[in-house]
């Protein structure tokens, strides 16, 4: 039975509940390996918990709670929409200072109610942060509300119907506020899912997922969610955009692709139209074991670019594989050399059985071997990962991850380049890591690294771990990477927005914040300069 | 031999030498039919034909042309681009009234080229008109430059370089103003296809191709050009934007995707990367004949959704069918009853044998029978439409093709209120049109309807044109469908966008013109209000 929301850890990762202590191997390596002598302090209780005084007015806060039916301002609701689950967020949660939390948290029934809110909040010059399941690790909850006459949550909890399902179309009319496993029993119970597996999928939402241009853990098979979503309606400021009458239009730029990615730094997603598929009869997830992670590398790569199509393609490095996080339930047992592929197939029986035959040719012709039992295990702890990490940071460790992506013949430089710049900096710092990666998305033309990093905490861990990111960051663009393949920009990403789309990039998204939301009041502070 | 420019046609399609006379049976139909009796005097010839003066001031011309390595302002190079090959455009151009030509036409040879003249038309208020194959089809060439103080074209034709392939990632750095066949005989060398063959594939060029949003007829294999595109490089008045770090990134909104549409009116695209595979070793295109269009239809939803994925999926209806369209060698031969579809498969031999049989097996369910010949037809024939205006124009007819797309749920009813608008329309001037119709782009969500209309020409046929057309567009928007699936907005679909993405979205598109264009000399009037 999934938790209902005040159940959930309001300073770690979803249900305290799934949240299992550390194996003894772990701590072992944590001691041996990363010099961790002593656990930190439990993190500060949702009652102790200090946050930032309430700046919003009184009379504009009951203005405000008026437009819509469900509100909330007390101790608990403004503290479960403080930050976000990066580490660093989870870090400041968990220090028992005080933290800056909204205001007020509105709960809008419908697209009008929000359009009401923004147009108040505009008037009054009030900071809106969209939150849907509040699982951005990009500093996209934390807005630069100072300047502003407050800050208010916009909860899209209650927008979650399922409208409608158009079957010949393949389309699920949906609300934003819908939480990944939601939205996925509402839609199997018809026959379909979206196929959307990031590993945030428990806790997340659609419209996040949106806003994010998220990417699951099946992209290669069902595609990312910027690409399953077809129409999109939109409360901003300046009023409601609908956008998608086709699959595909030559009608101007496509600004379906504005709103994703904009972070609600352009308006509040209210409505999604997305593509769905039949839930598929068979789902096979295989392991196998390559000499390399080079050798690995080329053969995801001539499977996605000559088939047969895999639903899922990851491959860990020597160090991920080594470590068993790519298994999470064996973490630390350690044993499995080389690197490690998970290969995997939905669909009809046939057509599974089809393409998971023809994938074996390939695999076995560039030197794989299987590896039993890894492709379920693997599915059995695929949305572990944050739960690892509260428990890291428990034991005394900094853990965090990130992610970037560029064309096949870019990576190897790039991924020597992040792993170089995270182990100096950290080392430097005298702390040094842990370092692990794999391959998470591919595609014909590239591919996206994930990084998972450990080490002993410092005095000020959040200053630590900046320090190491912004090297980091400082790598991918040297090597041409991307900033970010699926966790978005946030406040975390913003500085090195310039390095990605150009200077010029960056005052054409200012543009069309000025002209949707010309006071600003829209998460000040995410994606472009406030 | 593929004819110089020079050779080629300056008021109608291509090669002279490829336009061959309408049959027998063609011109029995026409007077038969559409009660055509008269054809049309020959076109203007080019030396004939009147151009307006030039407008643009002598020294700033000279500055211009001291700018870029190549230019001409003489008679035949300002005829050869004026206008685009729309029916009203040729109607214009054959009329032998005085045409609106550019006042001069530069050839830049680098990107710091390109962006010296935008800076320079900047200054002095010179519209400037991107010029790569001149085939617009809605008016892209037809800028609205009273307001300045002349027009040039800025024709990328020295810009053809294919610079680099990149082998592992499969991509191609390729000059904007490569033509079709020119990029493939460059890519075919090294052993790669892009893959993208619209109609206007022999002329137009790959820059024209992504800002304008082609879609090939071998979209549903090798995808839309606009899916094609991963990086890109664009001279704009305020600087050069360079999009495009990873295959897919979540750094914010995708820019790539506002460039793409844009139809210069945001910058000069001056390189781009596109997506290449392997040449197939086997192309395979077979008829196949439907009883009905919804059962033809259906059965295309069937394939692209579950699969085998083909590489050409078309179905004419009965109308179509009936007249032989879809295999225009046969044009008016009759005799082919039902709806025939085209299912194309390109790949390896065994991939082609194993996807081709699949198929049979989905298309005979559905009650589909082969049509022996009609696939090896329609390739002779894919690019031959555009001549077969022409010649209908010489003989006094109008002819024009339109095109729209929405989900597969709408399309009956799409199909319906488009063919009524028309024939409404056309009737009600006198002239009763024939409606030819097929569903030309597939995908999961929805598809395209590509539409042919002939009647007899009235005493002002741009007038009688522009009128049908008119109907047709505010019947697809009371449809919900998209303005346009590949042709794009032009000057011609202009009034309609804020039908198609809202006021805001309109305004969202302005605001983005000003802050890369604020004096608006790129391709005024086209895509945004000027």
């Known amino acids: 039975m999934a938790p209902t929301r005040s159940e959930l850890s309001w300073s770690g990762w979803g249900d305290p ?101 923004l ?54 009319y949906v609300g934003p506020g819908l939480r990944g496993p939601d939205a996925e029993a509402l839609l199997n119970e018809r026959g379909y899912t979206i196929g959307h597996f990031p590993q945030s999928f428990e806790y997340a939402t659609l419209g996040g997922f949106a806003a994010a241009r998220s990417s699951g853990q099946a992209s290669a098979g069902y595609g990312r969610f910027d690409e399953l979503v077809v129409g999109l309606r939109v409360a ?51 392991g196998w074991r390559f000499d390399s992670f080079a050798s690995g ?80 295990d693997w599915e059995h702890g695929r949305f572990r990962g944050p739960y690892l990490r509260d428990a890291l940071l428990d034991a005394g460790a900094l853990a965090e991850t990130l992610e970037t992506a560029c064309f096949w013949s870019g990576l190897p430089g790039l991924y020597r380049a992040v792993g170089d710049a995270l182990r100096e900096s950290l080392t430097a710092q005298g702390t040094p890591p842990v370092i692990l990666c794999h391959i998470s998305h591919v595609y014909a033309a590239g591919a996206s690294l994930y990084f998972t990093v450990a080490c002993a905490q410092r005095e000020d861990p959040i200053a630590q771990w900046r320090a190491a990111k912004a090297a980091a960051m400082t790598a991918i663009q040297a090597a041409g990477g991307s900033i970010s393949h699926h966790h978005g920009v946030g406040r975390d990403h913003a500085p090195w927005l310039a390095g990605e789309i150009g200077e010029l990039g960056v005052a054409i998204l200012s543009a069309i914040k000025r002209e949707i939301d010309p006071a600003g009041v829209l998460n000040p502070g995410i994606l472009v300069p406030s």
């Open 17 to 117: 509940a799934q949240a299992g202590p550390l194996s003894e191997e772990v701590h072992a390596l944590l001691r041996d390996a990363l010099g961790i002598t002593h656990a930190n302090p439990a993190p500060a209780s949702l009652d102790q918990v200090q946050l930032e005084p309430v700046r919003l007015d009184a009379e504009i806060a009951a203005a405000l709670r008026q437009l819509v039916g469900q509100s909330g301002s007390d101790h608990e609701m403004r503290a479960r929409h403080a930050l976000g689950r990066s580490t660093p967020d989870l870090l400041a949660l968990r220090a028992g200072t005080p933290l800056p939390a909204p205001d007020l948290v509105l709960m809008p029934g419908s697209h009008e109610e929000v359009l009401a809110v």
């Open 297 to 376: 590398g080329a053969a995801l790569r001539r499977l996605v670019q000559d088939g047969p199509r895999a639903t899922v393609l990851r491959l860990s490095d020597e160090a991920e594989t080594a470590l068993g996080l790519a298994r999470p339930e064996r973490l630390g047992s350690g044993g499995d050399g080389g690197c490690l592929a998970i290969v995997g197939f939905e669909g009809t029986a046939a057509d599974v059985r089809d393409r998971r035959d023809a994938a074996e040719t390939v695999l076995r012709a560039a030197g794989a071997t299987p590896v039993p039992e890894a492709g379920p």
């Open 236 to 286: 901003t400021p300046s009023g409601t955009l609908e956008l998608g009458r086709a699959p595909r239009s030559a009608a101007g730029p496509d600004l379906r692709q504005l709103i994703l990615g904009s972070e609600g730094a352009f308006g509040v997603i209210t409505d999604l139209t997305v593509q769905v598929r039949p839930v598929p009869a068979v789902r096979r997830y295989d």
């Open 119 to 172: 147009d108040l909040c505009q008037a009054r010059r009030v900071a809106v942060v969209p939150f849907g399941g509040g699982t951005s690790v990009v500093g996209g909850l934390r807005p630069a509300a100072a300047a502003f006459a407050g800050a208010i949550a916009l909860d899209l909890r209650r927008l979650d119907r399922l409208r409608r399902v158009d079957v010949e179309s393949r389309l699920a």
